[in-house]
T-cell receptor, first 117, second 112 residues
Framework: GNSVTQMEGPVTLSEEAFLTINCTYT??????LFWYVQYPGEGLQLLLK?????DKGSNKGFEATYRKETTSFHLEKGSVQVSDSAVYFC????????????????FGQGTILTVHP | DGGITQSPKYLFRKEGQNVTLSCEQN?????MYWYRQDPGQGLRLIYY???????QKGDIAEGYSVSREKKESFPLTVTSAQKNPTAFYLC???????????FGPGTRLTVT
């Protein structure tokens, strides 16, 4: 079956520090990979995605590269801000046989990020 | 504005009562999903529906029920059979053939 393993948190950084949150996966077939962000008391927002090997997803200064050889999709940001404090979820999705089923997401356990001024 | 709405944001119930959580979307998405989130854990899939009048169990369907009478609506009932119902419930939707899902703001259910 599919599974996602994320770096354990919480992660605490100072503003303008470099961020890496590790994510590795196991999946049958060829998954699409995602990072979602959840701010306190809210739902999840799609942060970025990559649908095939070597694709790089990017948004709001965050980046992640789909590495099939290492089954990884690590999230990075060069300079974090206080407003980036949130919970980050790595997730994957595979369509069903024949591409006819809708994507079912498998999530990692989430990584809490706190950024101090 | 297109989006997914969940109501209410906070819900309180006594043990032994059934409770229904609302999820509505105006994105014209075909598929809809219900997830449960517990502190320190990822999201777990309860039920999902690909088309009207059809739905499938997810990983933790016991103690829950759903209906899909309209494309826009996918209500979740938490029954008294659910042993540990206190959690944050998230509804999501996705268009046909898409891998990604779009989430509502969630409902926090507390059962005492």
């Amino acid at each position: 079956g599919n599974s996602v393993t994320q770096m354990e948190g919480p992660v605490t950084l100072s503003e303008e520090a470099f961020l890496t949150i590790n994510c590795t996966y196991t999946a049958t077939g060829y998954p699409s990979l995602f990072w979602y962000v959840q701010y306190p008391g809210e739902g999840l927002q799609l942060l970025l995605k990559a649908t095939k090997a070597d694709d790089k997803g990017s948004n709001k200064g965050f980046e992640a590269t789909y590495r099939k050889e290492t089954t990884s999709f690590h999230l990075e940001k060069g300079s974090v801000q206080v407003s980036d404090s949130a919970v980050y979820f790595c997730a994957l999705s595979t369509l069903g046989a024949g591409g006819t089923s809708y994507g079912k997401l498998t999530f990692g356990q989430g990584t809490i990020l706190t950024v101090h001024p | 504005d297109g989006g997914i709405t969940q109501s209410p944001k906070y819900l309180f119930r006594k043990e032994g009562q059934n409770v229904t959580l609302s999820c509505e979307q105006n994105l014209n998405h075909d598929a809809m999903y219900w997830y449960r989130q517990d502190p320190g854990q990822g999201l777990r899939l309860i039920y999902y529906s690909q088309i009207v009048n059809d739905f499938q169990k997810g990983d933790i369907a016991e103690g829950y029920s759903v209906s899909r009478e309209k494309k826009e609506s996918f209500p979740l009932t938490v029954t008294s059979a659910q042993k540990n119902p206190t959690a944050f419930y998230l509804c999501a939707s996705s268009p046909a053939g898409a891998y990604e899902q779009y989430f509502g703001p969630g409902t926090r259910l507390t059962v005492t």
